[in-house]
């Protein structure tokens, strides 16, 4: 069946981070391991343009909006070139042409009562994009962005009917037709709806927005904020404007499964505003919302005042790309906070990857390479995903999976260690020497599953040892010592 899957689009007024690689590297093992299991993914992720702070740290550069924003998107490009992360589409919300279309289709699709002007005044995060109540506010400021004055705004905006939506979203949610992932964040967001839901503001004046962005269809002197324009972007990037083929296929038939990933500071935008808008547009819902945790290093959230920002770029640096995906996937939980520190990757790196999986493979391929006749002949069950491990990955517990390759890894280890062929290869009688080079096939075949399975979290490597099993050769070094 069609699965689509997006990641958020990130605001491009700073440099990617490492909160930014956990969710491009968790989409792209998804994606290749559904791909891998022969589903049809269109995996999309992008940028956000068109925010307001992206607009503001324009100005404080002193470089036009549009040239700001594109020298910016290329940094999160770079990040996933170095990752591997390897989507189908990168949408750019200011430059895209299918994207203002489908945008403008969006506003016209939603029913007329649902939206409505009305005088505000509130106090505004620019941060978060988002108007704030008390409710949300911790001493007077954005939990999400404490320290940072909000700015106070009285002007008449356009406003969704969110209440409207009140019941209808409790039981979509309730009953698992919007899925989301995990338990507590559905909780989170039930909780919320039963606090009662407020109508959210979707448009600002065009002099607030500064000219960027796109203008309220038929009232230009308002421009669409942040929900219509950039959660717009999952369909707009299918074509949504012309009801495109891709548009049909991965959104709109009925087999469609469609997966957002997101962090959890933006669940309620997702799993209550972006659904609510959809309904109102008579437009298919996604099927499920997963949410991941934050990183922290050292137990506290990563920030330039205590010095313990971990940054992607230099952690791939001295560690390698396929490392970094594996810290991110196989630290803590998926779903929950982690921790990530030098020294953990490091003790990791050497422990988990230098010692046990890169130490494994050296060991088994020089054995074959030395004592097998020819290549082993790859068999199904060498090539296919185990059930156990595919249901790990379609919960999205990308820990749990890798547990599983990494028990595999242990497996052989004990297994090699207790059957001793390297041994009895030389030391043995015929009968003995003959066991032996059956014990070596086995590990291979071990060695080929146990790259089949961590292709997902680690292409690059899981090629390396496949080639080296079809070659029937010992590989380059696959993880250094540091
Ligand atoms: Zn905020």
């Not at 949610?173 to 967001?189: A, F, G, H, Q």
């Not at 997902?456 to 696959?478: C, G, Q």
Request: negative net charge; glycine residues 6%.
């Amino acid at each position: 069946m069609p699965r689509f899957i997006s990641t958020a689009i990130p605001y491009v007024n700073a440099q990617p981070h490492l909160g930014h690689a956990l969710e491009y590297v968790q989409a792209d093992a998804y994606a290749r391991a559904l791909r891998q299991a022969g589903e049809d993914v269109f995996f999309l992720t992008g940028t956000d343009d068109n925010a307001l702070k992206n607009v503001l740290a324009a100005e404080k550069v002193g470089k036009g909006i549009a040239e700001y924003v594109a020298e910016n998107a290329e940094h999160f490009v770079d990040l996933d070139r170095k990752l591997d992360v390897g989507y189908d589409d990168f949408i750019r919300t200011s430059s895209d042409p299918r994207h203002r279309p489908g945008v403008e289709k969006l506003w016209k699709a939603t029913k007329s009562e649902d939206l409505y002007k009305k005088n505000y005044h509130g106090y505004y995060c620019v941060g978060c994009e988002e108007f704030k109540t008390e409710k949300d506010l911790v001493n007077s400021e954005c939990p999400e962005h404490p320290g940072r004055a909000l700015e106070e705004v009285a002007e008449e905006n356009y406003f969704f009917r969110l209440s409207a939506y009140q019941d209808q979203l409790q039981r979509l949610v309730e009953s698992d037709m919007l899925r989301i992932v995990p338990e507590s964040r559905k909780n989170e967001t039930i909780a919320f709806i039963k606090g009662g839901l407020e109508d959210f503001s979707v448009s600002r004046s065009a002099l607030r927005a500064k000219g960027w962005g796109v203008p309220v269809p038929g009232d230009p002197d308002q421009y669409l904020y942040v929900w219509y324009d950039a959660l717009a972007n999952y369909i707009t990037a299918l074509d949504y404007a012309n009801e495109g083929e891709k548009y049909q296929i991965y959104w709109a038939a009925a087999d469609a499964v469609k997966v957002h990933m997101i962090g959890k500071g933006i669940n309620r935008f997702h799993t209550l505003y972006w659904p609510a808008m959809l309904l109102s547009a008579g437009v298919p819902l996604p099927s499920t919302v997963f949410v991941h945790g934050y990183i922290t290093s050292g137990g506290q959230k990563m920030s330039k005042t205590l010095g313990n920002v971990v940054d992607p770029a230099s952690l791939i640096e001295r560690y390698g790309s396929e490392a970094v995906r594996y810290f991110l996937l196989r630290h803590g939980s998926s779903t929950e906070d982690f921790d990530i520190t030098d020294e953990k990757c490091r003790e990791w790196y050497t422990a988990h990857l230098t010692n046990g999986l890169g130490n494994l493979v050296a060991r088994v391929m020089k054995l074959a390479e030395e004592h097998l006749p020819h290549p082993i002949a790859l068999t199904e069950a060498d090539e296919v995903f185990d059930s156990a491990f595919l249901e790990r990955i379609e919960a999205f517990r990308f820990n749990d999976a890798l547990d599983f390759v990494f028990e595999k890894v242990g497996a052989a280890d004990a297994r090699m260690a207790e059957q001793k062929p390297y041994a009895l290869i030389k030391s043995g009688d015929a009968v003995e020497r003959e066991a032996a080079r059956k014990e070596i096939e086995a590990l291979v075949h071990e060695l080929a599953a146990i790259a089949t399975h961590l292709t997902p979290a680690m292409p690059r490597t899981a090629a390396a040892i496949l080639s080296a099993v079809r070659k029937n050769e010992k590989p380059e070094n696959l993880f250094p010592r540091l």
